[in-house]
């Protein structure tokens, strides 16, 4: 069975850890908290507290996760999702990786209708013959790629040093090939906990056969309605790619708006919106449009939420939208100075955080990195997994034809 609903992949996915005794943490609203780390690392130390100091050995969440607005992170906003779910699971004090690694098989094929023999397993040399057994169970050899380096991280949980190292699982097709699985050893003085998962927005488009999330019946709509109010080319690199910028600015609004938060909060998802809505409004700037777009593209945010598994009440949303809409009239009224600044190149008298949006925006290097990607709808390679895919993609384009 295709999953096309958010609500029934999660549904499916909370009866496959219960039908085997795991217990399910609460979910949580996760951000990027732990500084010093990257961002998948930054997330995994964000919730590693409780999930360690729980006295249940197996557990799994699905959580809501949102993407920060700190200048070194701001390059993945635009080609990926401010919001999306993500399902983990967790063991503790293993003795053998055959277990866990048959439950992430078995979530991956049986659930998120994942073609094993499509996934390639991006492991450190030493790793893999540690536990080659229980890999090559399975994983056959030609889906291994080795690596010399590992990808490791050190964290101190209530004084314990905690070791922890990825394990990638990477999707592969005729399209290209990108992560969508993250399978983490964590060694804490001689006992091994295992933390695997990923995000489920991206198994809704693999399970539809498409080769994107804006393919899906999630976007569809904004889609459809950006479409029709601007044309085709904001899709295409002639406009930067903008149109799915706003169909996703547009969802993450929708589900600010949703969860009840006011633009006067000192939410830090509130804040980020807010830093998220000027950037979106400069790119807009470039190519002459206006940012009231996103008030017109309101009325069709409703469908995403609805794909999305939310029940709401409606007339506590149609309030809050009227927070929202008066909020964008005025950042960009409050704004208009600065972006007639950029437009015009009189750069010197932009605010601050226009010239640090600015200093990360360079189109050129910005579209660089979109082209880069072989992935529109989740823009990997991240920033701080770029080196490392940089490293080995000759090889792993390569490694994947054979």
């Known amino acids: 069975m295709i999953y096309?609903?958010?609500l029934s992949l999660k549904e499916k996915t909370v009866e496959f850890f219960e039908n085997i005794n795991f217990k399910q943490i609460e979910e949580k609203n996760l951000l990027d908290t732990k500084n010093g780390h990257d961002f998948n690392t930054s997330l995994l130390v964000a919730h590693a507290e409780e999930i360690l100091e729980e006295d249940t050995e197996k557990l799994f969440s699905i959580q809501k996760v949102f993407y920060p607005s700190g200048h070194d992170e701001s390059i993945r906003f635009p080609l990926f999702s401010f919001f999306s779910i993500m399902s983990n699971f967790y063991m503790k004090n293993i003795s053998s990786l055959d277990y866990s690694l048959n439950i992430a098989a078995n979530y991956l094929k049986?659930?998120?209708?994942?073609?094993l023999e499509n996934i390639k397993i991006i492991i450190n040399e030493n790793t893999y013959k540690k536990y080659k057994d229980e890999f090559d169970s399975y994983f056959s050899f030609k889906q291994i790629f080795l690596t010399p380096k590992k990808n490791e991280y050190t964290f101190t949980n209530n004084g314990s040093l905690i070791k922890g190292e990825y394990v990638k699982f990477v999707y592969f097709n005729s399209n290209g090939f990108f992560p969508i699985y993250d399978f983490v050893l964590m060694k804490e003085g001689s006992k091994l906990h295992i933390e695997a998962g990923g995000i489920l927005d991206r198994f809704i488009f693999l399970n539809m056969d498409k080769d994107t999330i804006f393919q899906t019946d999630i976007f569809e709509e904004m889609i459809l309605a950006i479409n029709e109010k601007m044309g085709s080319d904001v899709f295409t690199p002639k406009f930067d790619y903008i149109g799915y910028y706003i169909a996703h600015m547009i969802r993450s609004l929708s589900f600010v708006i949703?969860?009840?938060?006011?633009?006067?909060?000192?939410?830090?998802?509130s804040k980020a919106l807010r830093y998220w809505m000027k950037y979106l409004m400069i790119?807009?700037?470039?190519?002459?449009?206006?940012?009231?777009?996103?008030?017109d593209l309101l009325s069709v945010v409703r469908f995403s939420i609805e794909k999305s598994?939310?029940?709401?009440?409606?007339?506590s949303y149609e309030r809050n939208k009227k927070y929202w809409i008066e909020e964008i009239s005025n950042l960009y009224r409050n704004h208009a100075k600065e972006i007639l600044n950029i437009k015009t190149?009189?750069?010197?008298?932009c605010g601050s955080i226009y010239k640090d949006v600015l200093s990360i925006l360079s189109l050129d290097k910005q579209l660089g990195k979109i082209i880069d990607t072989t992935r529109i709808s989740h823009g990997y390679p991240f920033t701080d997994e770029s080196e490392q895919f940089t490293v080995i993609r000759k090889n792993f384009n390569q490694f994947i034809k054979e």
């Open 258 to 269: 949703l969860d009840g938060l006011k633009p006067s909060n000192r939410s830090p998802r």
């Open 309 to 315: 598994g939310y029940l709401y009440n409606n007339e």
């Open 4 to 6: 096309s609903n958010m």
């Open 110 to 115: 049986d659930i998120c209708n994942i073609k």
């Open 345 to 349: 190149g009189d750069l010197n008298n």
């Open 283 to 295: 790119r807009m700037s470039f190519y002459n449009i206006s940012p009231f777009v996103l008030l």
